[in-house]
């Protein structure tokens, strides 16, 4: 398995509070990525990175950003939380060659 | 755009029986293909790809072939067991500018086996 780890795995919180969602690699990947998972939606892109302090917008990134200070780490973070934004958040990282990516375990929020 | 339709489920097996979810594209150029699987509780899996034309991917007894011709991958294992139940995402690749790939998912069909 891939060396991906998410934290926290869960976490309940309320509208309007910042949330910080981390994700940590041992594989030295050079491309990670955020998504969230939504019943009848599939999994949807958020946001990208493709290297240290190189990110871009995905597919629904309106109430999210992120930063990457190091190849290891990506951070996912919800400014000001909105029940909307209750899902399951998927990381994932590519080594870009042959464009698989590999997955997390997940973390689930709940924003009440 | 860039999409993958996926066959509505649940889909509800006995062991042993055979196994076809299907799943079409649309997609510009040449995309790779996927298949991933999700047990409940835990993350996306990779169980299979194909990267060009009538390229077949196969693992753990799944198989599926990419289909240029008909825009499809459709999935198929000749006989389930019960440890198969979970749900199942075809997706494909898309490069965003160049600067490296994103996934686009199809939503996913639920696969229950029964004993």
């Known amino acids: 398995d891939a060396g991906i780890t998410q934290s926290p795995r869960h976490k309940v919180t309320e509208t309007g509070t910042p949330v910080t969602l981390r994700c940590h690699q041992t594989?030295?990947?050079?491309?990670m990525y955020w998504y969230r998972q939504d019943p009848g939606h599939g999994l949807r892109l958020i946001h990208y990175?493709?290297?240290?302090?190189?990110?871009d917008k995905g597919e629904v990134s309106d109430g999210y950003s992120v930063s990457r200070s190091k190849t290891e780490d990506f951070l996912l973070t919800l400014e000001s939380a909105t029940s909307s934004q209750t899902s399951v958040y998927f990381c994932?990282?590519?080594?870009?060659?042959?464009?698989?990516?590999?997955f997390g375990p997940g973390t689930r929020l709940t924003v009440t | 755009g860039n999409s993958v339709t996926q066959m509505e489920g649940p889909v509800t097996l006995s062991e042993e029986a055979f196994l076809t979810i299907n799943c079409t594209y649309t997609?510009?150029?040449?995309?790779?293909l996927f298949w991933y699987v999700q047990y409940p509780g835990e993350g996306l899996q990779l169980l299979l790809k194909?990267?060009?034309?009538?390229d077949k991917g196969s693992n753990k007894g799944f198989e599926a072939t990419y289909r240029k011709e008909t825009t499809s991958f459709h999935l198929e294992k000749g006989s389930v067991q019960v440890s198969d139940s979970a749900v199942y995402f075809c997706?494909?690749?898309?490069?965003?500018?160049?600067?490296?790939?994103?996934?686009?998912f199809g939503k996913g069909t639920t696969l229950s086996v029964s004993s």
């Open positions: 994932a990282i590519s080594g870009g060659v042959t464009y698989e990516q590999y």
């Open positions: 594989e030295n990947h050079r491309y």
């Open positions: 990175s493709y290297g240290v302090k190189d990110t």
């Open positions: 997609a510009t150029g040449y995309p790779s």
């Open positions: 194909a990267t060009k034309a009538d």
């Open positions: 997706a494909l690749s898309v490069s965003p500018n160049q600067a490296g790939t994103a996934l686009i």
